[in-house]
């Protein structure tokens, strides 16, 4: 399902990374980690399309996202990538549910308001449905997160360092949640994190080495 | 969830400013409709009141003034001419129609002008009640006067001397008011009209203790009237009779067109300052719509780079920042057309109130519309750098800033 080759990626035609390649079946998850610095959110971005590969191929599905325009990732990305970030969460103008369906909104995807109001009502977040991200804890807004990364079904989830602020029990919680809503759509998970506690809840693990 | 609904949200999140602005802009619109309005009203009321006259003949003096106290019976006269010289221009083959008005006196404040019934017709005076005057001392009121002192036919007025309100009243001659006139909209409603012959048998004999006045009557024993207002028989006139008038009598030739448009001018109710005006305060406007745009796009970053994670390409995060612009900019210019006209209003209320003018400035202007067409040009435009700005977030930097 995805598939990256030997690749050099940089910002701005300064080399950040090279990294050696990665195979996964759909369905299929793993884990990035290393130090900070070492380039695996550069890596996870590339293969989010956010950032253009210097050298190598990214096949997503088949297609191949390097060959895309700027633009083109982005319809591709709104359509069969969901994405989980630390912190950067919600849209702090609009409600739950309408950062919900923004992400439906933005990526040019018909807005599926029962689906959204399901995905909550299954994160115990029925009832702030109607709230503006600022009455939700850190935790509850990156369940609202979780569930506008999976509302598409998006052939595959990308998570950058999703558990790094989080304590021991929520960690648990987070990466369970993550793992689960994957796997129910059989969508193949990446997560980047320097976050040791993750090691144990997947069995393949690529760790990089310091920057190029 | 959609391009309006986004928009909306985002500027209820940052109201205050929004509002700021769209008030700003609001007043902006509002003022230049307020002037647009009332300079047109002031100037289609100087031409109701200049009705296709060509000259008016007074004392020699100042141009403005002779048309100010003939035509729009605002200022004092300069003086009056001899009548057998006023007779002699009259029968000038160039004239169509010469017209005489006799100054001197007023009601409550109201002007007394001694003139033909021509005068009134050229205004297209129509009696309301009553009858045209047909002898000395009988007079017919207009609309305003009429109705500010509840005057009807067979009612009898005093006036006093002077063109304002005095105590110097003439009660040894009271005026029969033998009919009332419909309003006109010009400066007929606020006059009271009566023969020639009437001014000046309340002024034959000059009062006794008044020295000023018993050594102009010595001096000037003949009858005089104030002014005489000419219509043209052919465009050659125009040429020939005001020098003539000026190089060969004691009187002075005055062309109302001329002289109103360089009053108009001198007032500063010229186009080029309400555009002048127009353009800093949409201006102010659209700096003000710009600053804002560009602290939400800078304030918003994050949501930016959220979106673009989501799958927006650069340009609709340009159209979200632009929508807001045109949302702005639409609501000002509402607010503003709305207040614009109450202001005018409220601002004809005030003029015909306090300076003798009646205005009408209920409707449209013509140029209202490319008011609104600028002003939305003008946010559109304001909200195109931030929208650039928001265009360019380079997402994978921000990302790799913040977490």
């Given at each position: 399902?995805?598939?990256?080759?030997?690749?050099?990626?940089?910002?701005?035609?300064?080399?950040?990374?090279?990294?050696?390649?990665?195979?996964?079946?759909?369905g299929?998850?793993?884990?990035?980690?290393?130090?900070s610095?070492?380039?695996?959110?550069?890596?996870?971005?590339?293969?989010?399309?956010?950032?253009?590969?210097?050298?190598g191929?990214?096949?997503?599905g088949?297609?191949?996202?390097?060959?895309?325009?700027?633009?083109?990732?982005?319809?591709?990305?709104?359509?069969?990538?969901?994405?989980?970030?630390?912190?950067?969460?919600?849209?702090?103008?609009?409600?739950?549910?309408?950062?919900?369906?923004?992400?439906?909104?933005?990526?040019?995807?018909?807005?599926?308001?029962?689906?959204?109001?399901?995905?909550?009502?299954?994160?115990?977040?029925?009832?702030?449905?109607?709230?503006?991200?600022?009455?939700?804890?850190?935790?509850?807004?990156?369940?609202?997160?979780?569930?506008?990364?999976?509302?598409?079904?998006?052939?595959?989830?990308?998570?950058?360092?999703?558990?790094?602020?989080?304590?021991?029990?929520?960690?648990?919680?987070?990466?369970?949640?993550?793992?689960?809503?994957?796997?129910?759509?059989n969508?193949?998970?990446v997560?980047?994190?320097?976050?040791?506690?993750?090691?144990?809840?997947?069995?393949k693990?690529?760790?990089?080495?310091?920057?190029? | 969830?959609?391009?309006?609904?986004?928009?909306?949200?985002?500027?209820?999140?940052?109201?205050?400013?929004?509002?700021?602005?769209?008030?700003?802009?609001?007043?902006?619109?509002?003022?230049?409709?307020?002037?647009?309005?009332?300079?047109?009203?002031?100037?289609?009321?100087?031409?109701?009141?200049?009705?296709?006259?060509?000259?008016?003949?007074?004392?020699?003096?100042?141009?403005?003034?002779?048309?100010?106290?003939?035509?729009?019976?605002?200022?004092?006269?300069?003086?009056?001419i001899?009548?057998?010289?006023?007779?002699?221009?009259?029968?000038?083959?160039?004239?169509?129609?010469?017209?005489?008005i006799?100054?001197?006196?007023?009601?409550n404040?109201?002007?007394?002008?001694?003139?033909?019934?021509?005068?009134?017709?050229?205004y297209?005076?129509?009696?309301?009640?009553?009858?045209?005057?047909?002898?000395?001392?009988?007079?017919?009121?207009?609309?305003?006067?009429?109705?500010?002192?509840?005057?009807?036919?067979?009612?009898?007025?005093?006036?006093?001397?002077?063109?304002?309100?005095?105590?110097?009243?003439?009660?040894?001659?009271?005026?029969?008011?033998?009919?009332?006139?419909?309003?006109?909209?010009?400066v007929?409603?606020?006059?009271?009209?009566?023969p020639?012959?009437?001014?000046?048998?309340?002024?034959?004999?000059?009062?006794?203790?008044?020295p000023?006045?018993?050594?102009?009557?010595?001096?000037?024993?003949?009858?005089?009237?104030?002014?005489?207002?000419?219509?043209?028989?052919?465009?050659?006139?125009?040429?020939?009779?005001?020098?003539?008038?000026?190089?060969?009598s004691?009187?002075?030739?005055?062309?109302?067109?001329?002289?109103?448009?360089r009053?108009?001018?001198?007032?500063?109710?010229?186009?080029?300052t309400?555009?002048?005006?127009?353009?800093?305060?949409?201006?102010?406007?659209?700096?003000?719509f710009?600053?804002?745009?560009?602290?939400?796009?800078?304030?918003?970053?994050?949501?930016?780079?959220?979106?673009?994670?989501?799958?927006?390409?650069?340009?609709?995060?340009?159209?979200?920042?632009?929508?807001?612009?045109?949302?702005?900019?639409?609501?000002?210019?509402?607010?503003?057309?709305?207040?614009?006209h109450?202001?005018?209003?409220?601002?004809?209320?005030?003029?015909?109130?306090?300076?003798?003018?009646?205005?009408?400035?209920?409707g449209?202007?013509?140029?209202?519309?490319?008011?609104?067409?600028?002003a939305?040009?003008?946010?559109?435009?304001?909200?195109?750098?931030?929208?650039?700005?928001?265009?360019?977030?380079n997402?994978?930097?921000?990302?790799?800033?913040?977490?």
């Amino acid at each position: 399902m995805l598939n990256v080759s030997e690749m050099t990626l940089g910002y701005d035609g300064t080399q950040v990374l090279r990294f050696g390649g990665l195979e996964l079946a759909e369905g299929g998850q793993c884990l990035i980690t290393g130090a900070s610095g070492s380039g695996k959110t550069t890596l996870l971005y590339a293969i989010a399309g956010l950032i253009p590969v210097m050298q190598g191929k990214i096949t997503v599905g088949g297609v191949d996202i390097t060959e895309f325009s700027e633009s083109e990732r982005d319809h591709f990305r709104g359509k069969y990538i969901g994405m989980i970030f630390q912190t950067l969460h919600l849209v702090k103008s609009l409600s739950v549910l309408d950062n919900l369906l923004l992400a439906s909104y933005v990526a040019g995807l018909s807005q599926e308001r029962k689906r959204a109001l399901d995905l909550l009502k299954k994160l115990g977040l029925h009832n702030k449905k109607d709230d503006t991200p600022d009455c939700l804890s850190q935790g509850q807004a990156q369940r609202v997160a979780i569930a506008r990364a999976v509302l598409h079904r998006p052939a595959l989830i990308l998570a950058d360092e999703p558990t790094s602020s989080l304590d021991d029990a929520a960690c648990e919680t987070v990466i369970d949640l993550i793992k689960e809503v994957a796997e129910e759509t059989n969508a193949t998970l990446v997560i980047s994190t320097h976050d040791s506690r993750l090691k144990s809840h997947f069995t393949k693990v690529i760790k990089l080495g310091q920057a190029a | 969830m959609n391009l309006f609904k986004l928009s909306i949200a985002n500027l209820r999140f940052s109201a205050l400013a929004s509002f700021f602005n769209v008030v700003i802009l609001a007043l902006g619109i509002a003022t230049i409709i307020t002037l647009l309005h009332i300079s047109e009203q002031v100037e289609q009321r100087f031409e109701r009141d200049l009705a296709g006259i060509d000259l008016v003949v007074g004392a020699k003096g100042s141009p403005i003034q002779l048309i100010l106290s003939s035509v729009f019976h605002l200022d004092f006269p300069n003086g009056n001419i001899p009548l057998d010289e006023a007779k002699k221009l009259e029968a000038n083959p160039l004239i169509k129609s010469a017209i005489p008005i006799a100054l001197g006196d007023n009601y409550n404040g109201f002007r007394i002008v001694g003139t033909t019934a021509d005068y009134i017709s050229h205004y297209d005076g129509k009696l309301a009640v009553g009858a045209l005057y047909s002898a000395q001392m009988e007079a017919v009121v207009g609309s305003i006067v009429a109705e500010k002192n509840h005057l009807k036919p067979g009612d009898k007025i005093v006036g006093a001397h002077g063109l304002v309100n005095s105590d110097d009243m003439h009660t040894d001659f009271p005026y029969n008011v033998v009919g009332v006139l419909a309003p006109t909209g010009t400066v007929l409603d606020r006059l009271v009209l009566t023969p020639v012959e009437s001014v000046w048998h309340v002024h034959e004999h000059p009062d006794p203790d008044d020295p000023e006045e018993v050594a102009y009557k010595k001096a000037h024993p003949e009858k005089e009237i104030t002014a005489l207002l000419v219509t043209y028989k052919t465009p050659m006139a125009a040429v020939v009779l005001p020098r003539m008038i000026d190089k060969t009598s004691s009187m002075e030739a005055a062309s109302p067109a001329f002289e109103t448009a360089r009053l108009i001018k001198l007032l500063g109710f010229g186009s080029d300052t309400v555009e002048l005006f127009a353009v800093v305060l949409i201006v102010i406007a659209a700096v003000g719509f710009f600053v804002t745009l560009w602290s939400a796009v800078n304030d918003r970053c994050y949501d930016i780079v959220l979106m673009r994670c989501l799958g927006a390409t650069r340009s609709k995060i340009f159209a979200v920042v632009l929508t807001e612009g045109i949302m702005l900019g639409s609501l000002g210019t509402l607010l503003g057309l709305l207040l614009g006209h109450v202001f005018s209003c409220a601002a004809a209320r005030w003029i015909e109130a306090t300076r003798h003018m009646t205005l009408n400035a209920v409707g449209f202007h013509p140029y209202e519309f490319y008011v609104v067409l600028i002003a939305l040009a003008i946010s559109v435009m304001a909200a195109i750098l931030p929208g650039v700005m928001a265009y360019r977030v380079n997402v994978a930097k921000i990302l790799s800033k913040g977490s």
